[in-house]
């Protein structure tokens, strides 16, 4: 019995892990975003804006912009994975406060 | 109940809880892969290697648990868990100390914990395998000794 005990183990947690893991919905929603671009020749290029690579993580916090009133990134963004915000999903556009 | 007894006890009870733990976060971060690579792309000292660690830590988490499912690898398995445990905690002191902007790398549940919580829980885990390798070690001393005297126990 003891034997097969390690097991029971094994199962309970898989059964754990199908039960807590939010799946696609769960992809670092709320995350925010500074544009590498900001205050750079081309800031305000729609491709560079709508370009997911111009942007870097930087946590889920709000982000606190100074400067001239143009984009320094985005908040309340989804992850796409890579590091990246997914602009096929909702986020907010931050520019100076 | 005798002293072995209750050292068996608590040396099983460590292992099923390492079962537990390392199946939960390897399956977690298996399913949730792209969350787990992409936390580790956020992390400045690791994401070069983003590719190679979201598989391999899973991988080397689920491969633990395969050894202390077998009582003849268990021992192994502790080992392996000490190493892999004390990885993640000087990882997570390291983020604590100089990173300002911390992502979770953590699985399932477990990313609901603050990056101190998770040292805390990371060094409790640690010290309930230091106390499982040692108390193993004395044991097999403790039979070594009687076996080579040849005096009745």
Known sequence: MKKYLGIFVVMLAITASAFTVNHKDAKLAGSSYTYNLYGQPGQNNSS?????????????????????????????????????????????????? | MKKTELINYSNSL?????????????????????????????????????????????????????????????QKGFLFSLLLMAAFTIYITYMILFIPHLPCSCGGILKELSWSNHLL???????????????????????AINRTSRKPV
């Open chain 2, 14 to 74: 460590t292992c099923y809880l390492l079962i537990f733990l390392f199946t939960y976060t390897g399956i977690t971060k298996l399913i949730d892969h792209s969350i787990f690579k992409s936390s580790i792309l956020q992390s400045s000292i690791i994401s070069n290697y983003a590719t190679v660690i979201s598989l391999s830590i899973p991988l080397l988490e689920l491969s633990i648990v395969v050894m202390l499912v077998f009582e003849k690898y268990r």
């Open chain 1, 48 to 97: 560079n804006l709508n370009n997911p690579a111009n942007y870097t993580f930087v946590g889920t916090s709000s982000l606190s912009c100074s400067g001239s009133i143009n984009r320094c990134g985005v908040e309340d963004a989804t992850d796409d994975g890579f590091g990246h915000p997914d602009f096929t999903k909702s986020y907010t556009i931050r520019v100076r406060n």
């Open chain 2, 121 to 143: 829980f990371n060094s409790f885990v640690i010290l309930l395998i230091l106390v499982s390798l040692l108390s193993q070690n004395k044991h097999k001393l403790f039979i």
